[in-house]
């Protein structure tokens, strides 16, 4: 069947860039036994994939010029060598920024009945698993703790924040824009939020929110955000580092403020993390949504074809909530 | 019963001098029930006192302007109306910087007998359970891995390099001075050592000295020496944060590189810690000690009225191991 990818052309430098991807007309293989032809509906464009842009180590393997770009993705079943799937069923998995992907049912999951599939890719999807184990295993937020969260309004960020409401915190958001922080507070019950864009004094506004001091900081971009986040810090503060997006950029050594005297003076923790734990984290989530808890958010961009600049424009921060393409 | 007592007389700006210490004739208060009065054998000087010279919080109280300094201390017992000690026995505590202390029963060790009561200042003391604890509970070495130690001739870099080896991990050490990267080698079987102060390019003698990358910081120093240590960690890597004496005489915000970025991409950790279990540590080094690990070295000074200087003489590094007064 004819087929469309979008691979790599050339690695960015700085900010990616439309001519970094190069869209090739192609041709999708038969299907081997167990595998299913899927017809791309949703692809997810995550900030991390940056790093995979970029020649050399980091906690996914970079991308080989020239081979297709790779993200999470949902399709509708159109054909099926598989004994799990048949024709029709919406799955979600690991896929290429292809218009169809062929692809083995062990990779797949069946979407949430109920919910629009897309969450998968976002809220109970991986960076809903993200916040989630994020949040409870290394932040360990306890009730009437401060929680600071960074890129609040993103689809890691607006998760991260609802369930630090649950287990009974003050949350304060960080975002870029007042109408996403309208939203954190209006929507999500987020107790103070900063606009980053236009504040000053970070460090004077933080202080500000966080009267009690900060406990938990859960930190979706580095960078002088952050910077202002550790002088507030109380002891046995966590520090989750989630993503750096001030800096995926950026090929130059990251200089600001050093973290270690703060961490030194209040016995406090540092950590980065991979989400491994899959399926229990996605049971209580969905049971928490369909519950009604957690919200979510999708910024939506039309058409397979703006794949690469619904990627790119990430970095300009315009998305509200999960950022997806709808082919 | 005459007594002399050193205060401190104004706060440090920068490197401490003679100048902020006072000396100061006092008489000894008489006993009350359960008290002892002590004739100090020896004081103990750490880096971490500097904290404590100026204003605001730390993980421990400031001194107050003329306050007598205190530090962990080494006394016999001249005096006693305590029923756990009589004259004669050889006792550690928290005491102040002078001649003879009066303090309650309650707050004094017995030293470990068969060695010197001065290592209850070092090896089997504070610095030595800083060790203890920081490494195995934080640091969680495993056998193979490689441990880098900065401060590493200190009185905790010491006893933390030959617990590493006990571990048998292979144990690089950071130190500053030729001589003491030899004791490192020759007497502790440190696998291999950089000095600090003579090696113009950090980064690649790191590279060198940990051709499989670095798990385990044991960070006393802070500053550029630990720049160069995060570009080099593996995924997993624990970094305990237990000094950060290269800035301790600032009074400025510490800029330098900042290691976020590095534990995301490896799932790394850094921590602070205190130590609060004191018994089980005590009894396990003093194990290791009788039967001849770890070895410890002191760099003792002579005199109660070098105190000060002995204190001051730590921010040059001047010492090899556990920088003690003898009164």
């Not at 036994?33 to 393997?61: H, T």
């Not at 966590?238 to 130059?252: E, L, M, P």
Request: glycine letters at 12%; aromatic letters at 8%.
């Amino acid at each position: 069947m004819q087929n469309k990818e979008i691979r790599l052309a050339s690695r960015p430098t700085g900010l990616p860039a439309i001519e970094n991807f190069q869209f090739v007309d192609t041709e999708t293989p038969p299907l081997g036994e167990g595998e299913v032809l899927l017809r791309s509906l949703y692809i997810s464009v995550d900030p991390y994939l940056r790093g995979r842009m970029r020649e050399g180590k980091s906690y996914v393997a970079p991308f080989e010029l020239g081979q297709v770009i790779e993200s999470g993705g949902v399709g509708e079943v159109v054909e099926s060598r598989s004994a799990t799937f048949k024709p029709g069923d919406i799955v979600s998995g690991y896929l290429g920024w292809r218009l169809y992907n062929v692809a083995p049912d062990q990779q797949l999951m069946r979407t949430i009945p109920g919910v629009s599939p897309s969450t998968a890719l976002g809220v109970l999807g991986m960076p809903g698993l993200t916040a989630y184990f994020g949040l409870l295993d290394i932040g360990k937020p306890k009730e009437g703790e401060t929680v600071v969260v960074s890129g609040a309004a993103g689809a890691v960020g607006m998760t991260v924040a609802q369930i630090a409401k649950i287990q009974g915190c003050r949350v304060v958001g960080i975002a870029g824009s007042d109408e996403k922080n309208r939203y954190l507070r209006d929507e999500l019950g987020v107790d103070a939020t900063i606009n980053y864009k236009t504040t000053k004094d970070m460090f004077s506004a933080l202080k500000e929110a966080c009267p009690g001091g900060i406990d938990v900081y859960f930190d979706n971009v580095g960078g002088p955000v952050s910077d202002a986040v550790y002088p507030l810090i109380n002891d046995r503060a966590r520090v989750v580092i989630c993503g750096q997006i001030s800096i995926y950029n950026s090929d130059k050594l990251d200089v600001g403020l050093r973290p270690q005297p703060f961490v030194l003076i209040h016995s406090a923790l540092i950590q980065g993390f991979i989400i491994t734990q899959y399926a229990d984290g996605v049971a209580h989530l969905a049971q928490w949504f369909t519950g009604g808890q957690p919200k979510h958010a999708e910024t939506i961009v039309d058409g397979f074809e703006n794949t690469p600049k619904a990627f790119i424009a990430l970095f300009s921060g315009e998305n509200l909530g999960k950022q997806i393409v709808k082919c």
